[in-house]
């Protein structure tokens, strides 16, 4: 028997029937073609060995007019912008009417327990905060006699966990401490904007296209201070879009 020259045309057939698509390939899985011939695509390496706190939403690369490589990320928990191989939180603060930012000086702590890391901080007024707000802890001095270390708390993010009173809210400590001790120490509160739910997802991706889709230059270094003038939580689910307003700033125009 005489042998024949039979090639299969490079590319997936999908819309004839495998009789009819004659010479030509019909299923594949993670096959790319190159020089006309089928090949495995290769392998997934991770990009960074961070952990991206929250449900991730969305993400869009983008490019700036200089040619910079940006990929924005949207979680329920933060907002986060990749650049040259780091992530920055660009999450802005919670900001009162007037755009000023909130925050709560003199704050007290108090360890709830030797057995559980739990913490109750109080605030000297209403902290409109609510379980699953992100806060960041400043100018931390601890009431005598925790066994924790102010290290454990200054300039750390802490997730609310239960919200007792309009001016007090727990969170977890990194590490455990040795005696229950009543409130005391001082401390700064400093609430991030929030998001929204973790089942908040439609309109979150929404307004995460509409936050990262722009052309303007942007410089990672200080971007948490460009976004001082946010809305108030009764606009957390459009605050994206509220964000894309401050973008031109970054360029400095």
Not at 152 to 181: C, G, M, R, Y
Not at 199 to 222: M, V
Not at 237 to 248: D, E, V
Request: a negative charge; glycine letters at 8%; proline letters at 4%.
């Amino acid at each position: 028997m005489a042998l024949v020259d039979f090639k299969l045309l490079p590319g997936i057939d999908k819309q004839q029937t495998q009789v009819g698509a004659d010479k030509r390939w019909v299923n594949s899985d993670n096959v790319r073609f190159r020089y006309g011939l089928p090949e495995k695509v290769g392998g997934w390496a991770s990009l960074l060995t961070d952990t991206i706190v929250g449900i991730c939403r969305a993400q869009h690369a983008f490019t700036d007019l200089d040619g910079n490589r940006y990929v924005a990320l949207g979680t329920d928990k933060f907002l986060l912008i990749y650049y040259e191989g780091q992530l920055y939180d660009i999450t802005p603060w919670t900001s009162d009417a007037a755009g000023a930012q909130v925050s709560f000086a003199t704050s007290t702590l108090s360890t709830d327990s030797t057995t559980a890391k739990t913490c109750t901080i109080t605030t000297t007024s209403d902290h409109d905060l609510e379980a699953g707000d992100i806060i960041l802890l400043d100018t931390v001095t601890l009431p005598g006699g925790t066994g924790l270390s102010a290290s454990d708390f200054e300039d750390k993010l802490f997730q609310v966990l239960t919200v007792p009173t309009t001016t007090t809210f727990t969170i977890d400590s990194l590490n455990q401490a040795s005696t229950a001790v009543g409130s005391g120490g001082s401390m700064t509160v400093m609430p991030y904007q929030p998001v929204g739910p973790a089942d908040f997802s439609q309109e979150l991706a929404q307004d995460l296209y509409r936050f990262a889709n722009f052309q303007r230059k942007i410089q990672p270094d200080g971007m948490s201070q460009i976004f001082a003038a946010v809305p108030l939580r009764q606009y957390h689910n459009h605050y994206l879009q509220f964000l894309l307003k401050c973008l031109p700033r970054l360029s400095g125009n």
